[in-house]
């Protein structure tokens, strides 16, 4: 089982990106996905999750009405759009499949910065 992050890079403040998180080896439509982050020098922050079955979602305070989950079943990948980020956005993203046994992916750095 593998779950792999892409997407990040840096933007300027205001700005927008799309991560996705890819998997092999299980479906990730029959699990309940979630998104992570880990700023410099702080612990890892939930960001919000994408629910199964159905595709219901929840969030953390500091990103409601910016970020938004879904999921591509076709496709096998959970994306997370960004809007309207922040410096304080800045972090290693990372998506989790939840429930036993726990998988996270390795991680996509997003910076944002002038």
């Known amino acids: 089982v593998q779950l792999v992050e892409s997407g990040g890079g840096l933007v300027q403040p205001g700005g927008s990106l799309k991560l996705s998180c890819a998997a092999s080896?299980?479906?990730?439509?029959?699990?309940?996905v979630s998104w992570y982050r880990q700023a410099p020098g702080k612990g890892r922050e939930w960001v919000g999750l994408?629910?199964?079955?159905?595709?219901?979602?929840n969030y953390g305070d500091s990103v409601k009405g910016r970020f938004t989950i879904s999921r591509d079943s076709a496709k096998n990948t959970v994306y997370l759009q960004m809007n309207s980020l922040k410096p304080e956005d800045t972090g290693v993203y990372y998506c989790?499949?939840?429930?036993?046994?726990?998988?996270w992916g390795q991680g996509t750095q997003v910076t944002v910065s002038t």
């Open positions: 080896g299980l479906t990730l439509s029959s699990h309940v």
């Open positions: 994408i629910g199964s079955p159905g595709s219901s979602t």
């Open positions: 989790k499949k939840e429930g036993l046994p726990v998988y």
